[in-house]
């Protein structure tokens, strides 16, 4: 059968099982746009090609399946390099699709050619620059294989106007043969060996749970593994979830802005089971002070990961949800033949910090407007699956600590890259995803004005998701570490409670929009929101721009100097 280039193109993402991208059309990619008029994928029409890339990070967060992006040459390329930098630092499975000008014409500065392959090397996986029509059921078969294998992450196709054009014979390859792509995925057995005996002697062991957890989709096995050992568990920003908040064996997230609790049960462990963590910097603070007495227990599917930033007693390189299935069988044997120690005073010390020092704001009658408050309220009444997007910065922080996730897959947000602007095209690229249930995202004043136009977007598609901004009128994280460490030198960070006004901007995009600027009319709002289910809702929240995140471990300190607030003379560390 003879296709088109193109033709063959949008034929290969229907074998992969595409059933929806997220893109916009232009001059390089516009011979793929034209079959796509008869194809089964839904296009969903976006007002910037950033909003594209995140869109289908947002789908592929929620659903575990790929995310697809399509765009043009140039400028389209370039704008959709931040999604996949952002993919890349977090793990995500994506496929972009690039349009480029004439094969014969690069290198010529043809009109609205930039080197695409060459920009995004170092934020993919790989990327392929496709010379020949033939290539194509070749090339994506294998772009889908690399982007969902191993550790998922983002890929990248650039194909020509004049491929597209060009016939072939159309074929579909049976299987992948890329013999210097081959990732392991069972853990080593004296490894896992090694590690359960760590486990059966340790006395302050900490489940350290990271991203890879959702990724490997293991949370049931992480359950199993923790209900059998009785070991507490911290999950970090991208892992929570992964791990229900309400286990009694929960500690919540640790970090520059973690819990007390959580940020010193890693410092005072003597064992770490880190589980698809990186060691990130957020979580580690002072690399040489973090956990001095453990000793790590360090599994990934990257080997890359192991030993990057400390250097573990036993490495494991596998696919998470394979490794623990079988250390769940690994310290079953071992049980039968030892007792293992008392870990009794550890989990009574580890609560004794939980009521110590529990995360604490005061919202006080008819005051100024908490964030935090409008966090729980949302969060008490929505649904307990409720499928949650933030931004980055103080409200990403806020929403992973205030509300509780007790589902995997339903708290979505940039983590390694934190990128300004992710929460609006993310949240509607869940939805798409997950169309049942309900996607709310939190978003602050700077963020929102970032990517807003994607609103747009979710209207013309009917694609109701429902977005919170916390307007505190000013870029709230830099605005603290200012107030904190730069001796209240405000230096650029003041954007206007008033400008622009969100309710009309909301309207003027089809949403509904309301505001809020007193506790009594929260509750009232979030109802009301929550009724609309035909397009997209706004709630602008007023909140203090006062209010600081709490608990802070200040960078590049030691996490043991962890500040807890104003009320830190109070009991506190």
């Known amino acids: 059968m003879k296709l088109t280039g193109a033709q ?14 997220f893109g916009l059309p232009g001059g390089a990619i516009l011979p793929v746009y034209d079959p796509l008029i008869e194809s089964s994928i839904r296009h969903v029409l976006v007002r910037h090609e950033q909003g594209a890339g995140h869109m289908a990070e947002g789908y592929a967060h929620a659903t575990g399946r790929p995310g697809v992006a399509m765009v043009t040459s140039g400028p389209a390329a370039t704008n959709i390099v931040t999604p996949l930098c952002d993919a890349y630092m977090d793990s995500v499975p994506l496929v972009v699709i690039t349009g480029q000008v004439a094969y014969s014409a690069i290198g010529s500065d043809a009109f609205q050619e930039a080197d695409t392959t060459g920009i995004t090397m ?32 983002p890929v990248l196709v650039d194909v020509p106007k004049d491929v597209s054009n060009q016939a072939m014979d159309w074929y579909w390859p049976e299987r992948v043969d890329m013999p210097g792509y081959k990732p392991a995925s069972k853990g080593h057995v004296k490894q896992i060996r090694d590690a359960a005996r760590l486990i059966m002697e340790s006395r302050r062991p900490v489940v350290y749970a990271g991203g890879g957890i959702l990724k490997a989709r293991a949370s049931e096995a992480v359950r199993e593994l923790v209900e059998l050992t009785g070991i507490p568990v911290v999950t970090t920003l991208m892992a929570r979830g992964a791990f229900p908040d309400d286990h009694p064996l929960a500690l919540g997230m640790p970090g520059m802005h973690g819990n007390y609790t959580a940020v010193t049960a890693l410092q005072r462990a003597d064992l770490l089971v880190t589980l698809g963590a990186r060691f990130d910097d957020r979580v580690t603070g002072k690399v040489g002070a973090f956990a001095p007495e453990a000793k790590v227990i360090h599994v990934d599917i990257d080997p890359a990961e192991l030993g990057k930033v400390r250097r573990p007693d036993v490495p494991i390189v596998g696919d998470c949800r394979l490794v623990v299935e079988e250390l769940v069988k690994a310290v079953r044997a071992e049980r039968q033949k030892r007792d293992a120690p008392d870990i009794g005073p550890w989990i009574e010390q580890v609560r004794e910090w939980q009521r110590r020092h529990p995360l604490r704001y005061d919202q006080p009658d008819g005051g100024p407007l908490k964030p935090q408050y409008c966090i729980e309220a949302l969060r008490d009444h929505s649904p307990d699956d409720t499928i949650v997007v933030s931004g980055v910065g103080q409200h990403q922080m806020w929403s992973s600590q205030y509300w509780r996730f007790n589902h995997p897959y339903t708290w979505i947000n940039s983590g390694g890259l934190g990128t300004m602007g992710f929460a609006v095209p993310a949240a509607i690229g869940a939805k798409v995803g997950k169309p049942e249930r309900t996607v709310w995202a939190i978003d602050g004043d700077g963020c929102f004005q970032m990517t807003a136009q994607e609103l747009v977007t979710a209207t013309a598609e009917r694609i109701p998701v429902k977005v919170a901004i916390l307007n505190n009128a000013y870029l709230g994280m830099v605005r603290q570490w200012q107030e904190l460490f730069y001796e209240e030198r405000y230096s650029e960070v003041y954007l206007s409670p008033d400008l622009p006004d969100y309710v009309k901007w909301a309207e003027a995009m089809g949403c509904v929009a309301l505001r809020v600027d007193t506790p009594e009319d929260v509750v009232p ?13 706004v709630i602008e929240f007023r909140v203090d721009f006062r209010e600081k995140v709490y608990p802070m471990v200040p960078a590049g300190g030691s996490n043991d100097d962890i500040i807890l607030g104003p009320w830190q003379g109070e009991g506190g560390h």
């Open 8 to 21: 063959a193109l949008i034929k290969s993402l229907e074998h992969e099982g595409v059933e929806v991208m």
């Open 122 to 153: 170092p934020v993919t996986k790989h990327n392929w620059l496709v010379s020949d029509a033939q290539e194509i059921p070749q090339v994506v078969r294998e772009a889908f294989h690399v982007a969902t294998t191993g550790r998922p992450g």
């Open 525 to 537: 709002a979030v109802e009301k929101a929550n009724e609309v289910d035909d397009r997209p809702v």
